[in-house]
């Protein structure tokens, strides 16, 4: 794993960007562009990002970007892709940076469509799990029992289990990760650049905004997710699967930390312990997570 001090010094997330306080999307963007070295061109549905980089007058992006509409990132980024191809520039990467919106739901058409094609583009889905920029509706990554605007006394459905959608699809390259592991989602970032072909990175984002937690506090829950069992770290190139050292650890259920270190920080799960602790649906949100850990390792081992 590369170290701190091997990362480029060259920053291409510039000061004084319209982000939030806390903003973990900016942490991940920041990284990923460090590791794939700003020969990119990146493509932003609509998302918490086009917003923070692209409020006129100002550019908060060191590298070309291309707005677009919601639903059509991915099909934007195969455009851009055919373009490079006929001006001699297929090494550029195309860069699609979507949040979990413009991916699990509005955008899921158009990026299915560029799989199938074999579009040589880098999916990423920044989520958030849920409409941040618009309010924090639900959406269909959001968890069970998490409270939004459109479902204030909690979401009666799990999140979808989007990357075994994407697994359908056989990309060259997936992997998952996480913005309190910067050093883990750099070296994905770099793998991913090296590989030709349709490829797809999931982030886990804490949004303090929507997820109601402290603005200092995001690094911890990126970590606790992790630690809890709640996000599994993995990468799959070709049909070679490894979950990542980090998540190695808690593939045991007994050495994992208690999913309520996770879910009490966050005022959006507070009504699994206000009034009164509600075992019951604490224990169907420890279900999904070993039930994730289940079919993830099923599906690609």
């Known amino acids: 794993m590369v170290t701190a001090k091997e990362m480029p010094q060259r920053e291409y997330v510039l000061k004084g960007n319209a982000s939030c306080a806390g903003c973990q999307d900016m942490v991940g963007l920041r990284h990923a562009l460090k590791a794939l070295e700003g020969d990119v061109i990146q493509v932003v549905p609509a998302c918490c990002t086009s917003v ?120 060259v390259y997936q992997a998952t990760a996480n913005t309190a592991y910067p050093r883990d989602l750099y070296d994905k970032f770099r793998k991913a650049r090296d590989i030709r072909g349709p490829k797809f990175i999931h982030i886990f984002v804490p949004c303090p905004q929507a997820w109601n937690y402290p603005v200092e506090k995001g ?22 699967f490894e979950l990542s050292p980090i998540s190695k650890r808690y593939q045991d259920p007994a050495k994992r930390k208690p999913i309520e270190e996770f879910l009490e920080m966050q005022g959006r799960f507070s009504r699994l312990f206000k009034p009164t602790r509600n075992e019951k649906r604490l224990e169907e949100f420890r279900a999904f997570v070993q039930h994730r850990w289940d079919v993830t390792l099923k599906t690609f081992t």
Not at 89 to 115: E, N
Not at 219 to 240: F, N, P, S
């Open 219 to 240: 690094v911890e829950i990126g970590k606790l997710a992790v630690e809890t069992g709640y996000w599994i770290l993995w990468e799959r190139v070709g049909d070679k």
């Open 52 to 171: 923070v980089q692209s409020l006129w007058p100002k550019e908060c992006l060191d590298v070309p970007v291309l707005n677009t509409a919601f639903m059509a990132a991915a099909a934007t980024a195969s455009g851009v892709k055919a373009a490079l191809k006929v001006k001699g520039r297929d090494s550029t990467q195309v860069l699609v940076w979507a949040g979990d919106g413009g991916t699990f739901d509005i955008g899921i058409q158009a990026l299915s469509g560029a799989f199938e094609r074999r579009t040589d583009m880098l999916y990423v889905c920044y989520n958030n799990q849920v409409y941040s920029n618009t309010g924090t509706q639900r959406s269909g990554a959001t968890p069970l029992y998490a409270q939004t605007s459109t479902t204030w006394y909690g979401k009666t459905e799990p999140e979808k289990l989007l990357d075994l959608i994407i697994a359908a699809h056989e990309p």
